[in-house]
């Protein structure tokens, strides 16, 4: 069962910006593709950004398009959210899940696909 831990988070101002990591331990990530997700108070979880499992293919939400910018490093197991030009809209808890596939060019940001939902990292846009 894939886990992953989500780190990074945390206050920022207007247009600042942060980096998340979203890292698995005890098996490889060379075969998953991965996508992050938001969830703010009273919203419904949003796919933010995915990335195929060798890289290939992206895709981003149209709020964040431009501004945010998914990444893998498989040596190091971590994908990477690199978030810029913060609004207060982006602020939310922000989650990344994955899930096995054959394919090196394939990624969903429909959250209905993913499971097992962890932690998060909390993401805090204010001045």
């Known amino acids: 069962q894939l886990q992953l831990v989500e780190s990074g988070g945390g206050p920022v101002q207007p247009g600042g910006s942060l980096r998340l990591s979203c890292t698995a331990s005890g098996f490889t990530l060379d075969y998953y593709t991965i996508g992050w997700f938001r969830q703010a108070p009273g919203k419904e979880r949003e796919g933010v950004s995915c990335?195929?499992?060798?890289?290939?293919?992206?895709n981003y939400a149209d709020s964040v398009k431009g501004r945010f910018t998914i990444s893998r490093d498989n040596a190091k197991n971590t994908i990477y959210l690199q978030m810029n030009s913060l609004k207060p809209e982006d602020a939310a808890i922000y989650y990344c899940?994955?899930?096995?596939?054959?394919?090196?060019?394939?990624?969903?940001?429909?959250?209905?696909?993913?499971?097992?939902w962890g932690q998060g990292t909390q993401v805090t846009v204010s001045s």
């Open positions: 990335i195929s499992r060798m890289g290939f293919s992206t």
């Open positions: 899940e994955g899930f096995q596939v054959t394919s090196g060019s394939y990624c969903t940001r429909a959250p209905s696909v993913y499971n097992d």
